[in-house]
């Protein structure tokens, strides 16, 4: 359940129904839970195939990353001398693998939702 303290909140609707809720205070935070959920996510989809009466077969790595239907935890630097650098600050470069392959890009160091938050630069 989110909290007053909670600056970071990501929500996950599975093929099956089901949702899964992530809330996070700081960005380590997210990036903990987000790991615990990709190494949970059998459990997750075993647990709500007994809930509903029906058994799961053990689904593959693809599988899973297509269940939640997003990137893989990213892996997160401080940017090349690249001099990618926003009116925020110095950019982070992330990357991770979605629907449509592998992507990375530098992304602007302010909170998600800020107004004023810079655009990605992609890496192609």
């Keep these: 359940m989110a909290t007053e303290g909670t600056k970071f909140q990501i929500n996950y609707k599975l093929n099956d129904g089901t949702l899964i809720n992530l809330y996070a205070a700081t960005v380590?935070?997210?990036?903990?839970?987000?790991?615990?959920?990709?190494?949970?996510?059998m459990n997750i989809r075993a647990t709500g195939a007994e809930l509903s009466g029906g058994q799961a077969p053990a689904p593959t790595v693809a599988a899973i990353a297509q269940q939640f239907n997003t990137p893989a935890p990213t892996s997160i630097a401080p940017p090349t001398g690249s001099g990618n650098i926003c009116r925020h600050g110095a950019m982070t470069l992330r990357s991770g693998v979605g629907q449509k392959g592998p992507w990375s890009g530098y992304m602007c160091a302010a909170p998600k939702g800020a107004p004023d938050k810079c655009d990605t630069i992609w890496v192609r």
């Design 28 to 41: 380590t935070e997210l990036e903990s839970g987000l790991a615990d959920l990709a190494m949970n996510a």
